[in-house]
C-alpha cells in the first residue's frame, strides 16, 4: 500500500492522499431556465465549498460545461457565462477542498465520454478506497486528469463492460466505499445516488414538471421547489423529464446520517430528518444548559456556528444572549482556507468583539464544536483582552477524538486537541476559566431520543465514539490508521 502512494505521489505531482471534499451538489430536469436555476441552487449550497464551482448542461445533443474558482455569485451572475449554458438538464457543484490539488482540473462537475455517452457527475463526499482503486485502475493503464477521489468513479464507468449507461454505474458503485452523494447526467436522465448507509445527504424536490436534486434543502427554497423527501441510503434515483424512478442495487443497511451536518455542516434552515438544522442546534444548546452549572453573567455565542446552541442555552437558563462578537461576513469560513497559517489569520479578519457588551462580564461562549481549538484560542484571548472579567467555554458537542473519512474536513488524530490532551489540558491551552463539552446522552436527547443506544436512525457520530460505519481501506497516514486498528466498537462493514 505504502509503494502505491509513492508510485502515486511520484506520478501526479499535485496527488494528496488526504484530498477531501466537503462539497455542495445541485441538478435540475426538464427546465429551460436549467443553468440559472442552478445557479441559484448552488448560491444557496454556497456554505458548503467556496473554493470554486461548475455548472454542466446536457442540451439535447451536446454537454456544456463552465467551471470557475471562488463564489457561485462572482462567476455565474452574469448573462454571458449561463447563456453558454444551454439545454434543460443541468448538474452543479461547489467545491471545498483541504491542502492541495487547488486546480481548475479538480472543479466539479466532471466529464466524461463512454462508449455509451456522454456521463457529467457532481460528488460530495469521501471515497475510503479511492487509493487502492486508483493505483489499480493505473495499472491498467488509465489516465487520470485529476488528483480528486471522483474521477476514479468516472473511470470505473468508463470501464465497465456492461452496455447500459445506468448498469454501468451500478458496476461502478458496487467498487466504490465511503460517504458519498452524487449527482449525475447522462444522455437520457439525471440520477441521484446516496452510499449504502447516507452518510452524506441528498434530497429530492420538484419545482413544476421539473425534478431537482440537491445537497440541502435550502436550495430548494431559494428556487420555490417543493421539497418531496430525502434520497434515501443506498438508493438510485433516475429521473427523466417529468417521471422518477427508485432503483436499490445494494445489500441493505441501517441509514446513518453524519451527525456533523446537525451540529455544524447544513444551513441552519435546511431540514434533516424532518426538523431544521436551527431546531437541532437549539436543543444542543438547552441539552448543554442542562448538565451546566457555571455562573455567568451572559451568554455570548461564537457567530454563526454557536448561534442557535447559545439561544437553547440562554432561554434553559433563563439568562442574557448578547452578540458581544461581531462578525464581518464578506470573509469565508474559518476552515474554508486550507493552510493552518491562514486559518489562523481568518479569525482576526473575522471577527471583532462587542466592548461594550462584554466589559467586566462573566461571559459564557458557546459555540457548536472544538477541533484544533484555533478558534476558542483566539477568541478567548480576544474576549479577555476587550476585558470580559471570566470566559467560560462551552461547546454543544462532544469531544472530537477520531478524525473522519467520509468527507467532513476534520484533521488527522495529531491535530484533534481531545484525542490528545485532557479537558484540564485544552482549557489551558485555549486560556478559558473553564471549558465543558456537551454529554454523548446529551446529544442523542437533542436530536430527539433518550440515549444513544435507543435511536432510529443511528447517526454516524464516529468523531466522538470511534464508530466508523464503513472503514478505510485506504491507507490514510499512520496514525489515522494506528486509531483505526484499535477499534472495538466499529460496526457492518
Ligand atoms: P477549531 O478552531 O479548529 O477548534 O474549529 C472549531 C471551529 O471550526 C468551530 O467554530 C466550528 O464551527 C468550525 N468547524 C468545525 N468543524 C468544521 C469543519 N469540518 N469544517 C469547517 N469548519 C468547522
Redesign the pocket.
Known amino acids: 500500500m505504502k509503494k502505491n502512494m509513492m508510485m502515486l505521489k511520484k506520478k501526479f505531482k499535485n496527488f494528496n492522499p488526504k484530498i477531501k471534499e ?1 462539497c455542495g451538489v445541485f441538478g435540475i430536469s426538464n427546465n429551460n431556465d436549467a443553468s440559472a436555476l442552478t445557479a441559484l441552487g448552488l448560491h444557496a449550497l454556497q456554505h458548503r465549498g467556496q473554493e470554486g464551482c461548475g455548472i454542466v448542461t446536457f442540451d439535447g445533443d451536446q454537454y456544456h460545461s463552465e467551471k470557475r474558482f471562488g463564489l457561485v455569485g462572482d462567476n455565474f451572475n452574469k448573462e454571458k457565462v449561463l447563456k453558454n449554458l444551454t439545454g434543460k438538464y443541468a448538474v452543479g457543484h461547489n467545491r471545498y477542498s483541504t491542502t492541495g490539488g487547488t486546480t481548475l482540473r479538480n472543479i466539479q462537475p466532471f466529464f466524461a465520454d463512454t462508449n455509451a455517452g456522454g456521463i457529467s457527475i457532481s460528488h460530495n463526499g469521501n471515497l475510503t478506497n479511492a487509493i487502492t482503486l486508483r493505483s489499480k485502475l493505473v495499472k491498467e493503464g488509465a489516465i487520470f486528469h485529476t488528483t480528486s477521489d471522483t474521477e476514479t468513479i468516472v473511470q470505473l464507468i468508463a470501464k465497465s463492460k456492461r452496455n447500459k449507461t445506468i448498469d454501468k454505474i451500478i458496476d461502478a458503485l458496487f467498487q466504490i466505499q465511503g460517504g458519498y452523494a452524487l449527482v449525475m447526467l447522462t444522455q437520457k436522465n439525471l440520477i441521484g445516488v446516496r452510499d449504502p448507509f447516507g452518510i452524506r445527504p441528498l434530497v429530492i424536490g420538484k419545482l413544476n414538471n421539473s425534478y431537482v436534486l440537491a445537497s440541502e434543502t435550502c436550495a430548494l427554497d431559494i428556487i420555490g421547489a417543493k421539497f418531496l423527501r430525502e434520497v434515501e441510503n443506498g438508493e438510485i434515483v433516475l429521473i427523466q423529464d417529468d417521471k422518477i424512478e427508485s432503483i436499490k442495487p445494494f445489500p441493505e443497511q441501517k441509514v446513518r446520517p453524519c451527525v ?1 451536518e446537525y451540529i ?2 447544513s444551513r441552519p434552515d435546511s431540514i434533516l430528518n424532518g426538523k431544521t438544522a436551527y431546531e437541532y442546534r437549539k436543543n444542543l444548546g438547552v441539552e448543554l444548559a442542562k448538565e451546566d452549572n457555571v455562573e455567568g453573567d451572559v451568554i455570548v455565542p ?1 457567530p454563526d ?2 448561534n442557535a446552541a447559545a439561544l437553547g442555552y440562554s432561554q434553559k437558563k433563563n439568562k442574557n444572549f448578547e452578540l458581544g462578537l461581531i462578525r464581518n461576513h464578506y470573509v469565508g ?4 482556507e486550507p493552510s493552518q497559517k491562514i486559518r489562523s489569520l481568518g479569525v482576526k479578519l473575522k471577527l471583532n468583539p462587542n466592548k461594550t457588551s462584554i466589559k467586566n462580564k462573566k461571559i459564557i461562549l458557546v ?10 484560542y483566539k477568541i478567548v484571548k480576544m474576549l479577555y483582552d476587550a476585558g470580559a472579567e471570566e470566559v467560560h467555554v462551552r461547546i454543544a458537542s462532544p469531544e472530537i477524538r477520531y478524525p473522519d473519512f467520509y468527507g ?3 484533521p488527522t488524530k495529531k491535530e484533534l486537541l481531545a484525542a490528545n490532551k485532557s479537558n484540564d489540558e485544552i482549557c489551558k491551552y485555549i486560556g478559558a476559566k473553564s471549558l465543558k463539552y456537551l454529554s454523548i446522552d446529551g446529544l442523542y436527547k437533542a436530536m430527539g431520543f433518550e440515549n444513544r443506544n435507543n435511536t432510529y436512525p443511528q447517526l454516524t457520530d464516529h468523531y466522538f465514539t470511534g464508530d466508523y460505519p464503513v472503514k478505510p481501506m485506504d491507507n490514510l497516514g499512520d496514525d489515522k490508521i494506528t486509531q483505526l486498528s484499535l477499534l472495538s466498537t466499529g460496526s457492518n462493514s
Do not use: P
Open positions: 466537503e456533523f455544524y455542516f461564537v456556528s454557536g469560513r474559518t476552515f474554508i459555540d457548536d464544536s472544538l477541533v484544533r481549538g484555533t478558534t476558542s467532513v474536513d476534520t
